[in-house]
C-alpha cells in the first residue's frame, strides 16, 4: 500500500507564497504521474498540476494557476514540490497530492490511484 505525505499548507495572506511537498511513504513514486488537487467546501475536486514521473517529465497546470504554480521534483529526496506565488483567495481549498494517474486522463482525479490526507491552505484578503 503506498502513502502519500503532503506538508507545507497553512494561512498566508494574498500576494504570498507557500511551498507544498508530497512523498511516498518508504518507496519511489509510483506510476505514471504524480498531481496535485484541491477541494474548496462545497465544491468538486480540481485539477491544479500534474507532473510525469519519468526523469524530465513534463508538467501540466490549470488554467487558473498557470504563470502562479510551479510544480517539481527533486529525485535524490524524492519528493514533489508545488510552489504557489502571488495566491489569491480563491485558492483558499484543501490540497491533496495524488500518484498514479494515465496521461489521457492526466487532469482526472478518478485516473490516479493513491492519494495524501490533504494539506489546508487558506489565504486571507
Known amino acids: 500500500q503506498v502513502q502519500l505525505s503532503e506538508s507545507g499548507g497553512g494561512l498566508v495572506q494574498a500576494g504570498g507564497s507557500l511551498r507544498l511537498s508530497c512523498a511516498p511513504s518508504?518507496?519511489?513514486?509510483?506510476?505514471?504521474?504524480t498531481g496535485w488537487f484541491r477541494q474548496a467546501p462545497g465544491k468538486d475536486r480540481e485539477f491544479v498540476a500534474t507532473?510525469?514521473?519519468?526523469?524530465?517529465?513534463?508538467?501540466y497546470y490549470a488554467d487558473s494557476v498557470k504563470g502562479r504554480f510551479t510544480i517539481s521534483r527533486d529525485n535524490a529526496k524524492n519528493t514533489v514540490y508545488l510552489q504557489m506565488n502571488n495566491l489569491k483567495p480563491e485558492d483558499t481549498a484543501v490540497y491533496y497530492c495524488?500518484?498514479?494517474?494515465?496521461?489521457?486522463?492526466?487532469?482526472?482525479?478518478?485516473?490516479?490511484?493513491?492519494w495524501g490526507q490533504g494539506t489546508q491552505v487558506t489565504v486571507s484578503s
Open positions: 518508504g518507496r519511489t513514486f509510483v506510476g505514471y504521474l
Open positions: 495524488a500518484a498514479g494517474g494515465a496521461y489521457r486522463n492526466r487532469y482526472t482525479p478518478a485516473s490516479y490511484d493513491y
Open positions: 507532473i510525469i514521473n519519468a526523469l524530465g517529465g513534463a508538467s
